[in-house]
């Protein structure tokens, strides 16, 4: 893919993840978080792992800087967490069959989840020593729902749309 395809369809797909943050923020993790995991997916199938990559990077730090989520030390959690998710899906998918994505999407969701229920526990509270339940709670089994959820979503819509073109 040209540099200026890549930048443009990465371009698209950030700016969607970004406005399902803003435009959604009031239904928060159960709509938001299906809706980003679902755009980094896509951005796999669809441009590439560095698209994800990139997505999954930028949307954590827009989400701070705009208000969305308060606490700067989740960033990088949420960027790794991201990272993971995006490349165990694409390293796994690439050496399956295409009905292996489901088995990448299940095995990238559940290694994000871990990684983010770990970090959460244990290495956020390096920087917030009382890290309130919430946080907690938020960053547990809901992310391996929003993951497989947004994962099944985005592989069903590459399929419709790959057909169709």
């Known amino acids: 893919m040209t540099s200026t395809s890549y930048i443009a369809r990465t371009g698209i797909l950030l700016a969607l993840a970004v406005i399902f943050q803003v435009g959604f923020r009031s239904f928060a993790q159960p709509l938001v978080g299906p809706l980003v995991n679902m755009t980094l997916i896509i951005s796999v199938l669809s441009v590439g792992v560095a698209s994800g990559l990139t997505i999954g990077c930028f949307t954590p730090l827009i989400a701070f800087f705009m208000g969305i989520m308060p606490?700067?030390?989740l960033v990088p959690i949420i960027m790794a967490g991201?990272?993971?998710?995006?490349?165990?899906?694409?390293?796994?998918?690439?050496?399956?069959?295409?009905?292996?994505?489901?088995?990448?999407?299940?095995?990238?969701?559940?290694l994000k989840?871990?990684?983010?229920?770990i970090s959460v526990r244990k290495l956020l509270v390096i920087f917030i020593p009382k890290v309130p339940q919430s946080i907690?709670?938020?960053?547990?089994?809901?992310?391996?729902?929003?993951?497989?959820?947004?994962?099944?979503?985005?592989?069903?819509?590459?399929?419709?749309?790959?057909?169709?073109?």
């Not at 050496?95 to 969701?109: I, K, N, P, Q, W």
């Not at 989840?113 to 229920?117: C, I, T």
């Not at 089994?141 to 749309?161: E, N, S, W």
Request: no cysteine; proline share 3%.
């Open 82 to 110: 991201n990272a993971i998710f995006v490349s165990a899906f694409a390293f796994i998918r690439d050496r399956t069959s295409d009905s292996g994505e489901y088995l990448a999407l299940v095995a990238a969701a559940l």
């Open 71 to 73: 606490l700067f030390p």
């Open 136 to 165: 907690v709670a938020a960053f547990s089994i809901p992310q391996l729902y929003t993951a497989l959820a947004g994962g099944i979503i985005a592989i069903v819509l590459h399929k419709i749309i790959k057909n169709n073109y």
């Open 113 to 117: 989840f871990a990684f983010l229920a």
